[in-house]
């Protein structure tokens, strides 16, 4: 028997792009008017006193450990021991808004959700994987492409997951990303695909006019009748080293291009924002024809789906991000960071233009932390072993024949010498 806030919010949501692709979970999810509802109700009326939330208050401040509290003296004891709503803090939530829009500025006058603060894009990953997937799904993706997305939407929630060669005369493959999404299209009327730029492992962000060539075609699919749910992982948004990027997010895009398009931004200050440990992410809705309130149905459900999981996200990093968006030198801070990784890449980019090898080759790179070589006949793993073992140089065998390097971690004085090593390496194993 499915819970009646369930019907209430799947009745709010009939008609809607959302409610039509909902998983059996998604369906069924909701969230509860228990503690955290009733909680939240006591801490705007409970003026005489709030006897909801299990915490330890004196003076109607949650108490907080001197041990704790001078690691962090410049946050206040709310600031770092309280509990945080479980979608997130509200000021956190509009200023995260904020910060999309001024990125995205096509975004200023199209109506997309309030952010949900989610722990970690991954989990966010997992929880839209949740909401949309199941055993009757198929989740379209990039090959190569980061494995965590084929652990959780294949292994976790038993959806098929479906990939298209990635790249194609240097750039990204439109033909077969058109003949994989039209093929799913035919099979059910539903598409759900996941975009990942700048890519993990490859590096590779669209140029303005292959973003546009994908946005055209998501829209035509759809305005033919097609239901199109389009995931849009930037986490490594901005990070661009080149002029003929795609600046812009495709959420940007398609949050309003067809009623028949749920785009989801997926994204959060892990790496544009260089605080990695933080595990802070957000999940945006955009679509066109959709209201406050389908947005906040659909919004009910992911905070059900956050609820049953984790309860909600940590505090502090919620807290320090707040002050940190608000800071005046934090643009210039960020673009020192930002020129360092543009330098690596260019080095990295150097090297691999002037070096080139019959037994391997890069795998087209423009933009965020990485790039990938191909490997023509060894096998990645053997190839990482070696550097491993022989070199003390790691790396990453994405696949038989895909090795990822993370260029960021790399110092600029041992650049040459990492790739120097790769290539020699595949050289030598390949003869062998």
């Not at 028997?1 to 998604?26: H, I, R, V, Y």
């Not at 493959?173 to 996941?194: H, M, P, T």
């Not at 992982?233 to 812009?248: C, H, V």
């Not at 997010?249 to 949050?255: D, I, Q, T």
Request: aromatic share 10%; charged share 25%.
């Amino acid at each position: 028997m499915m819970n009646p806030l369930a019907q209430e919010l799947n009745a709010a949501l009939e008609g809607t792009t959302a409610g039509s692709l909902l998983s059996d979970f998604g369906k069924r999810i909701f969230f509860p008017k228990g503690i955290i509802a009733q909680s939240g109700e006591a801490k705007k009326l409970g003026k005489t006193a709030n006897a909801t939330i299990g915490m330890t208050v004196k003076d109607g401040t949650p108490v907080i450990l001197p041990a704790v509290h001078k690691s962090a003296p410049g946050l206040t004891a709310r600031e770092l021991v309280a509990y945080a709503p479980t979608a997130g803090l509200p000021e956190l939530r509009e200023a995260w808004k904020a910060e999309i829009v001024r990125k995205n500025p096509s975004l200023a006058t199209k109506s997309i959700s309030l952010p949900v603060l989610v722990p970690g894009l991954t989990a966010g990953i997992s929880y839209l994987s949740d909401l949309f997937l199941d055993e009757t799904t198929t989740l379209i993706a990039g090959d190569p492409s980061w494995d965590n997305y084929s652990l959780i939407a294949q292994t976790r929630r038993a959806s098929a997951f479906r990939q298209f060669p990635m790249f194609k005369d240097g750039g990204f493959n439109f033909d077969s990303f058109c003949e994989v999404v039209s093929d799913e299209a035919k099979k059910s009327g539903k598409v759900r695909v996941l975009l990942n730029f700048p890519q993990n492992p490859s590096g590779y962000s669209p140029t303005q006019d292959e973003a546009a060539k994908i946005v055209k075609f998501l829209t035509k699919i759809a305005d033919e009748g097609t239901k199109v749910l389009v995931w849009c992982d930037d986490a490594y948004f901005g990070l661009n080293y080149e002029e003929n990027i795609e600046k812009q997010s495709l959420f940007a895009y398609l949050s309003d291009a067809s009623e028949n398009i749920l785009a989801v931004k997926i994204d959060g200050p892990t790496k544009e924002d260089f605080v990695w440990g933080f595990r802070a992410g957000f999940l945006t809705f955009g679509a066109k024809g959709m209201s406050e309130s389908h947005y906040d149905a659909l919004i009910k459900k992911l905070m059900g789906t956050i609820r049953s999981s984790v309860s909600c996200a940590s505090t502090p990093p919620q807290s320090i991000l707040l002050k940190a968006l608000s800071d005046s030198e934090i643009s210039a801070q960020k673009k020192e960071f930002r020129d360092l990784l543009c330098r690596r890449y260019k080095k990295v980019r150097a090297f691999t233009d002037s070096h080139k090898s019959a037994f391997l080759y890069p795998l087209p790179f423009n933009s965020g932390y990485f790039m990938s070589l191909h490997l023509n006949s060894a096998d990645a793993e053997k190839v990482r072993q070696s550097l491993l073992n022989n070199d003390g140089i790691g790396t990453i065998a994405i696949d038989s024949s895909t090795l990822r390097v993370a260029f960021s971690s790399l110092e600029e004085d041992k650049i040459e010498a990492v790739y120097s090593a790769i290539y020699r390496t595949a050289e030598e194993l390949s003869r062998a």
